[in-house]
């Protein structure tokens, strides 16, 4: 039997074509069509509801001369101060539309998918959407339905909103640790398929938002990592020290006066161009936020319903991105109690790795994110 190849003779085996510059054109295997981007979404119930009924209001805003309340305000304002931020999302819509329905039928629930035009999703509606889709998370669609035909719960207002001090007299505050979160490595679990064409060249794009940004229309900022070359099974990139991608308090150590959503997308790159993949996942993350906002609710509702607006970006993502997703995007949140009991017993402090999953064909990647108390 032969003996598998070593990484050096996987890179030599089969050289993958280049430009006339030397750069590397296209990729070991033809990108995916967006059919085949669509198939995840049937083993993550997340999406059901919140992503058919977040496309039907999209394409309500869209056709309004006008916001037609506060929340439809913070929307305008939001995706204003987006490039392109508008045309976006109605290429995203346009292709949703053209998708055939038995596909979208298999992944998405049948009741948003035929709204009537004229029908407006009310807070109350999108809330509910959002709860079951938390709940839903990480279920087969098949699996979720139990969540999905109960009767929505009513909202139980949670303890930040009691009165512990009905006096009035509130003791004087410590001054809030400040903090800096960064992107530190990328590790290479399983490098795609067929290993013997050539080695991978991921990256990963990150969009960063507030609560309160997100409820008071002002846009997600957007980072991304160097397209890394040449990446194996088994490698780190980069390969010593931290790649220190500040994402929170890139300005310098800030405390966490709002609750942070960072969503995660690792790419393959491919022909896309990587500063415009960054702008598409600011966008996209700036939209879902800024509506899944109207049905916020209480204090931490972006915590909560994370796992729902994560998968809401990777679809708008897979509708109008150029590279393909490897996996599908991640979320990672943060509060100020949260960073201060996380770096008690360790500063800097490392989370669990951001696990980027394409199965063999499109590679296996932990993304590594630090905290770091000022």
Known sequence: MASKRTKKQKSIAKPRPTTSSGSRKGRKRSPKTLEERLVKYQFNAAGYEFIPALMHEFRRLLTLKKPANPADEHFFAAMRNIKGGHELLRTALERHDKLPYEVKQRIFSPRYLNLPADHGIGEQELSAILDRGARASGRNVFA????????????????????????????????????????????????SDPEWAGSDEPYVVFAVITEAMAESGTAAVGFHTPVYE??????????????????????????????VLVAATCFEHDLGDVSDTTDKVRAALTAVATKAAAAGGVAGWIVAGASVIAIGVSYLVDLIGADDQIGGTRQLTLNQAQADASTNGSNPFFFPALHFDGGDDDGIYDAYLKLRRA
């Open 144 to 191: 979720a339905t139990r969540v999905y035909a109960r009767k929505p719960d009513a909202h139980a207002c949670c303890c930040c909103c009691d009165d512990h001090n009905p006096n009035g007299d509130s003791p004087p505050q410590p001054r809030p640790n400040q903090y800096e979160l960064s992107f530190a490595k990328l590790y290479c679990v399983d490098e």
């Open 230 to 259: 040449d990446v194996d099974d088994g490698d780190t990139r980069p390969q010593s020290g931290d790649e220190n991608l500040r994402l929170f308090g890139f300005a310098g150590p800030r405390a966490i006066d709002s609750n």
